[in-house]
């Protein structure tokens, strides 16, 4: 049992798009090959000796992880330093690694919701947005018998979606005329007749980020040779994807109360932290990673505090300033969840698409760099 490089990578970019990522980052995949058949998926934060060892001893092929591994651009692969070993043992062992790193963090249902979701914070907003997506309006123009199945095909693949709606289309009936010339294999009609059929023009919406899968998918499911539709940009918002996530505790809690659940949601034994102005806390604000460049943001959305990692004395002092609080959970304690969140993520997937089953699993040896002695 096995899949393409290219069927798991196509659904990690379904999930966090590659254009989502930071102008500065470096993702996609950086060793390996699209075609290459991948039987056993390795999901690390980060790609180091161990995780490296422990790829090679359980014969994965395809290692997908949060940080790059090729970061800056390499001029040269040199053996005597541990980047270049590593390159070298995933070439030598036919293992194939694929990066996922700001546009997983930014993603929708990527490594901060992973982070809310642990909190269980309601009415989650993006902290700091980054990118917006165009929307598109798409007209078809489909045979009445066929109108149901386009129908399905193109909402399925990610058009019409309205808000809290799906499946918005709106159809009319019309006469649809053309003449099959030479060497056409046309669905109906001869050649060098002009035919007119009953067609109903179909439209909706596409965020610009999926046009390409509903086109795909239009042009499958659609019984004619050559397909007509129309692209047209429309002037309203997209959807919005952004660093950081802020949203409300079930019910407020005291600090040390906060405390207590991020030590047992994230399974971290210690904390760093600056005491909030407030006595409980009830809007939190959350970065995973180094999210101190968003103290004044969360503190100008009313946070009260604010969970990331990688604190440094300044940022602290600043926090204190503003009167937010913050818990600095640590780099690999904020982001370390994402290997169970993408191994997750891909098993059902795969299931729900009836793809070929392939063994998927979480890093064992990836202990994180830090430790509190
Ligand atoms: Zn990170």
């Given at each position: 049992m096995s899949l393409s490089a290219q069927q798991v990578i196509q659904l990690i970019e379904e999930l966090?798009?590659?254009?989502?990522?930071?102008?500065?980052d470096n993702v996609g995949?950086?060793?390996?090959?699209?075609?290459q058949r991948v039987s056993k998926v390795l999901v690390t934060l980060d790609v180091n000796r161990a995780v490296m060892d422990e790829a090679i001893a359980k014969e994965v092929d395809l290692i997908i992880s949060?940080?790059?591994?090729?970061?800056k651009s390499l001029s040269e692969v040199r053996f005597d330093t541990e980047i270049g070993r590593i390159i070298r043992s995933a070439i030598k062992n036919e293992i194939n690694i694929y990066v996922a790193h700001t546009n997983y963090d930014i993603a929708k249902g990527g490594l901060n919701d992973l982070l809310a979701d642990k909190l269980d914070l309601l009415d989650v907003q993006i902290l700091q947005p980054t990118f917006e997506d165009e929307v598109k309006k798409l007209v078809t123009f489909v045979p009445e018998e066929s109108i149901d199945e386009v129908r399905e095909a193109i909402t399925s693949a990610?058009?019409?979606?309205i808000g809290n709606y799906s499946d918005c289309t709106f159809q009319m009936k019309g006469v649809g005329a053309f003449k099959p010339l030479a060497d056409s294999t046309p669905y109906l009609g001869e050649e060098g007749q002009l035919e007119s059929v009953k067609e109903v023009r179909l439209e909706t919406i596409v965020p610009a980020s999926k046009l390409k899968r509903v086109i795909n998918k239009l042009n499958k499911v659609h019984p004619y040779e050559e397909v007509a539709y129309d692209i047209y940009p429309v002037e309203i918002n997209g959807e919005s994807f952004g660093l950081g996530r802020i949203g409300k505790l079930k019910a407020s809690l005291s600090f040390v109360e906060l405390i207590a659940q991020v030590k047992k949601q994230l399974g971290v034994a210690d904390l760093r932290v600056v005491e909030p102005k407030v006595d409980t806390i009830k809007k939190i604000a959350l970065c995973s990673g180094?999210?101190?460049?968003?103290i004044k943001k969360a503190a100008f959305k009313g946070a009260d505090l604010l969970l990331t990692g990688d604190l440094k004395y300044h940022d602290a002092e600043l926090a204190v300033e503003l009167g937010l609080g913050i818990i600095d959970a640590g780099h690999y304690g904020t982001e370390i969840i994402m290997q169970k969140g993408i191994v997750e993520y891909l098993k059902t997937k795969i299931q729900e698409r009836g793809l070929e089953e392939i063994e998927v699993s979480s890093a064992k040896?990836?202990?994180?760099f830090i430790q509190i002695v």
């Open positions: 966090a798009p590659k254009k989502l990522a930071a102008d500065w995949l950086q060793v390996g090959a699209y075609d949060h940080h790059p591994v090729i970061f990610g058009a019409g979606w180094s999210g101190a460049d968003l040896s990836n202990k994180g």
